[in-house]
């Protein structure tokens, strides 16, 4: 209710504001050219688990939002440099998805995009399909490999970037930043009270509060686009959800974009809208905080545990269910940025510049000082890691994968191995659950080689780094990166660096050497052992140096991308069947006759599997509105907040299963004559040929 208020204080501030500030820019100002471009990335709507809790059950059966992949290509006028910023709907990028991606670039555009300047950064929903990283420990729960998944997210961001490189016009960017409160919160005090005193003293909170946006216009002052980055998880969705889903992020930019696109339907649209990620390590958007389930009392505040157990220690909030929580994280991050954004007007300008560097992660020496220095490890990860978080606890049950017989975990169960006496030791006081990197069975368990890149927008310096910083290691880094930019030369006051989380290859987690030392789940997931923040600092100060010193880097020793390899145990859709007498989108139970707004309106509906076709920049459902000359106009696709779409396996030998589309009719919703509509696909038995067939609800009165 509070946020609809100020939805609509805001509208009419913006109409006020259009009147006094006419936007008037000649295109001789311009500094830069800028391309935007948005393509569908969905991965398959069934039976494939969820990347991000790592729960074995918790898989995908339906859509609440589609995925995206936004994509902004930036160019110097002066230079022809170009970057090319992706943020996506995904769990996080990955070497496998960045590597693959690059290379179909290539193909298309030359050397125009390459790994050099091309950043994919993932904003960490953990409501959307898994299977398509290349390590293993990222493919135990989904079964491995998920080749759907993949293929989906590969060609959905060529097509983002092929957009934008197609919509390239002249025009500036505006940056604005400012606070965002009540929207984060830290869900590992206890490692990030382990940070020094005097430094936690020069920070009002213990998580990031400051959103930074960029306003993107052509030149005659058309809005084309926005980025801004925000640090907390994707996780107001919890593990129990099996609708693929954006999270708060993903809502963010779908009210954004509904907002600038009026009439488009979500994906459809001109003006691109990306909220990314940042170092979100251990920010939770559960505002309320982690409580004991049963009693309703705080958890334990170390160990997050009720009665020395984590299952019933579990955060939520702030909304009554967590469809309601992402509709406020996503919303207070929406209007946030929508002040941001009508409000900006430091103007960018300068050079377009960008460095890359792969970094084997497992050899880094760090000097801290004269008498103290440090080594990174080989992957491990540590106990608390299976203990899971406060947004999902207990999220890595080895013992219960085995039991219900998951055949992936099986067949590398076997090998798992004592860690050496070297590792156990470069870890320390980290216990280490399981050796990663001393296993290559069937192939590597973790990344060793991971990507490290820095863009420069004018003032704005974007760090993409390979993984989830916490808050206190993300502000090391930004205050280091930002010191060297000024030691060369550069204003200090309008210098501004942001870090882009999850970017381009996905390594696990950052901790201080501090909040190691405390092992919660952040710190049991540094992969690379205590020194790996500090090893990471160096590394972008390196980078900063270099960029702006013009000095050329080596490309550091290049990954591998494992696809032939790659194993998978997901079986795949053998047919669809449907009881005697009843056809394909037959619908089972119908709408009833009238509906208030607000009220939701269900149908169900003889189905088949969505992995049939994932109906990619397509929908399978549509909210159709009757017109006054009796014709149906689609109103509301699969990718829209008021729809779910949901499908169930009914019969398992005969391949029986039923979809429900579901539509709460909002507040605003035209009065008149509707009926929803259903687009589905079968695989015969047999001949295994996929049909394409439709079902149709009853009309109903909406009023
Ligand atoms: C994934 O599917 C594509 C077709 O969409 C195919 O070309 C490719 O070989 C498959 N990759 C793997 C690793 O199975
Ligand atoms: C929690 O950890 C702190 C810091 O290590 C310690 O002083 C305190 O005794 C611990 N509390 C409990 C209940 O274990
Ligand atoms: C997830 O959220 C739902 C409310 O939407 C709640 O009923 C359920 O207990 C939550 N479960 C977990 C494990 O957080
Ligand atoms: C816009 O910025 C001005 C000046 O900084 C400030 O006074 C005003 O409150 C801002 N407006 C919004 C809507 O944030
Ligand atoms: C981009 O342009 C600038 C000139 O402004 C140049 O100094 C820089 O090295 C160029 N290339 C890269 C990769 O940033
Ligand atoms: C680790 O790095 C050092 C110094 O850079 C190098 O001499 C050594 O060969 C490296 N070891 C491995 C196993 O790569
Ligand atoms: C060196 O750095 C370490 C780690 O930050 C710190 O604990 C130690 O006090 C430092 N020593 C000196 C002499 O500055
Ligand atoms: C930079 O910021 C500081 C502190 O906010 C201020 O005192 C100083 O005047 C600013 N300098 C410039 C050049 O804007
Ligand atoms: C419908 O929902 C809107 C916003 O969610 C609310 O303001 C309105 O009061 C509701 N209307 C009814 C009749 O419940
Ligand atoms: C309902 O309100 C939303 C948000 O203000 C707006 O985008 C949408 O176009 C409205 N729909 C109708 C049918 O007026």
Avoid at 56 to 66: E, F, V, W, Y
Avoid at 172 to 186: A, H, K, P, Q, V
Avoid at 605 to 613: E, I, L, S, T, V
Avoid at 670 to 699: C, D
Wanted: a neutral charge; proline letters at 5%.
């Amino acid at each position: 209710m509070a946020s609809w208020w100020i939805s609509s204080l805001y509208l009419v501030f913006l109409a006020i504001n259009s009147l006094l500030n006419p936007t008037s820019v000649s295109s001789a100002d311009s500094n830069y050219g800028i391309g935007v471009g948005i393509a569908d990335i969905t991965g398959p709507a069934a039976e494939v688990n969820m990347m991000g809790y790592a729960k074995p059950d918790q898989k995908t059966s339906g859509i609440h939002l589609r995925q995206f992949s936004r994509a902004f290509i930036i160019e110097d006028k002066t230079s022809g440099n170009r970057t090319v910023f992706v943020s996506i709907d995904a769990c996080m990028g990955a070497q496998s998805v960045t590597l693959e991606v690059v290379k179909k670039l290539k193909v298309k555009f030359g050397d125009l995009y390459t790994e050099q300047n091309v950043v994919i950064s993932g904003i960490h929903t953990h409501s959307a399909p898994a299977g398509f990283l290349q390590f293993v420990l990222f493919q135990v729960t989904s079964l491995g490999f998920v080749n759907q998944s993949y293929m989906a997210l590969v060609d959905g961001i060529v097509e983002s970037v092929q957009r934008a490189h197609g919509n390239i016009v002249d025009g500036d960017i505006y940056m604005n930043s400012g606070e965002l409160l009540e929207s984060n919160t830290n869900r590992s005090p206890t490692a990030y009270e382990n940070n020094p005193a005097e430094e936690r003293a020069k920070y009002e909170y213990n998580v990031d509060k400051t959103m930074v946006v960029l306003k993107l216009v052509d030149n005659a002052g058309t809005d084309l686009g926005m980025i801004n980055w925000f640090a907390v998880h994707c996780t107001s969705m919890n593990n129990t959800n099996e609708l693929i889903s954006g999270d708060n992020k993903g809502y963010a930019s779908y009210l954004t974009e509904r907002h600038f696109n009026k009439g488009a339907a979500p994906g459809k649209g001109k003006f691109v809208a990306a909220f990314a990620q940042s170092n979100l390590g251990d920010v939770s958007p559960n505002t309320d905080g982690a409580k004991c389930i049963d009693t309703g009392k705080p958890c334990e505040r170390n160990s997050s545990t009720c009665n020395g157990k984590v299952e019933n220690c579990i955060a939520s909030g702030p909304g009554v269910d967590m469809f309601d929580s992402t509709r406020i994280i996503g919303e207070n991050q929406y209007n946030k940025a929508m002040m941001l954004y009508s409000n900006a007007t430091m103007k960018l300008s300068g050079p377009v510049q960008f460095m890359h560097q792969f970094v084997d992660m497992t050899n880094v020496t760090v000097q801290y000082n004269a008498t103290f220095k440090g080594k990174t490890c080989k992957p491990a990860m540590g106990f608390s890691f299976a203990a899971g978080t406060t947004d999902g606890p207990g999220a890595f049950d080895f013992s219960q994968g085995d039991t219900k017989g998951n055949a992936f975990w099986k067949l590398i169960r076997n090998f798992i191995k004592k860690p050496s006496d070297e590792l156990v030791e470069c870890h320390k006081p980290k216990p280490i659950l399981l050796p990663t990197g001393e296993i290559d069975f069937p192939y590597p368990w973790q990344p060793t080689i991971v990507d490290t890149q820095l863009t420069r927008l004018g003032q704005l310096f974007i760090i993409a780094v390979p993984g989830e910083f916490t808050t206190m290691c993300g502000r090391r880094l930004r205050d280091n990166v930002h010191q060297v930019l000024v030691n060369n030369g550069l204003p200090a006051n309008s210098t501004k660096v942001v870090i882009a989380g999850l970017s381009n290859t996905y390594s696990d987690y950052i901790t201080t050497l501090e909040e190691y030392q405390v092992q919660r789940y952040e710190g049991a997931s540094t992969i690379y052992g205590p020194h790996t923040c500090q090893a990471y600092i160096n590394q972008f100060k390196t980078l900063a140096e270099s960029m702006v010193k013009n000095v050329k880097l080596p490309p550091g020793p290049k990954p591998d991308l494992l696809l032939n390899d790659q194993v998978s145990f997901l079986s795949p859709v053998i047919f669809d069947g449907k009881p005697l007498g009843k056809n394909f989108g037959d619908v089972l139970t119908d709408v009833k006759s009238d509906y208030a707004r607000n009220m939701t309106v269900s149908v169900t509906f003889q189905a088949g599997n969505p992995r049939n076709n994932l109906k990619t920049g397509d929908t399978f459902l549509s909210v159709e509105y009757q017109d006054a000359s009796g014709k149906w106009i689609p109103r509301y696709t699969d990718a829209d907040w008021s729809t779910k779409f949901r499908w169930e396996r009914t019969e398992t030998v005969l391949g029986h299963s039923e979809a429900s589309v579901t539509w709460t009719v909002p507040y605003n919703a035209t009065v008149g004559t509707y009926r929803l509509k259903y687009f589905g696909n079968n695989k015969e038995p047999v001949t295994e040929t996929i049909q394409s067939f439709q079902g149709v609800s009853s009309s109903f009165k909406v009023h």
